[in-house]
């Protein structure tokens, strides 16, 4: 996976995990789908970490490689890299394709990260 030094490490996701990880999270879960040649994956990954720091309360961010995991790549309808998938309760709700600044992922987050309205059985 997407590596720097000294930066904390995203959990990365396989078929074996992907349920427990991911579908059964009780935070909704971002999945970066990468790869190891995708240049906008490696300049996404810092910022997806620093998200993955600052809004542990309200977000899991995990990646899934696209070479090795072409099952659920195929399964989730993914065409490119990257691809930023957010699940809540097991089902995904968001999709955003391609590399952004920090500043404009966490804009179009922000509904997302918004906390749970019990009134609101879509959120």
Avoid: H
Avoid at 61 to 70: A, F, N
């Amino acid at each position: 996976m997407i590596r720097n030094e000294g930066v904390t490490e995203l959990t990365e996701v396989t078929e074996e995990t992907f349920e427990a990880e991911v579908l059964e999270s009780t935070l909704p879960v971002l999945v970066q789908f990468t790869a190891e040649w995708c240049g906008p994956c490696r300049q996404l990954a810092p910022v997806l970490r620093e998200i993955a720091r600052e809004e542990a309360d309200r977000i899991r961010i995990v990646q899934l490689d696209v070479d090795r995991e072409t099952e659920i790549t195929v399964r989730y309808g993914v065409l490119a890299t990257p691809t930023l998938m957010v699940f809540r309760a097991g089902e995904p709700v968001k999709s955003i394709v391609g590399a952004r600044p920090k500043r404009r992922l966490l804009q179009e987050l922000e509904d997302v990260l918004a906390p749970a309205d019990p009134n609101r059985p879509d959120l």
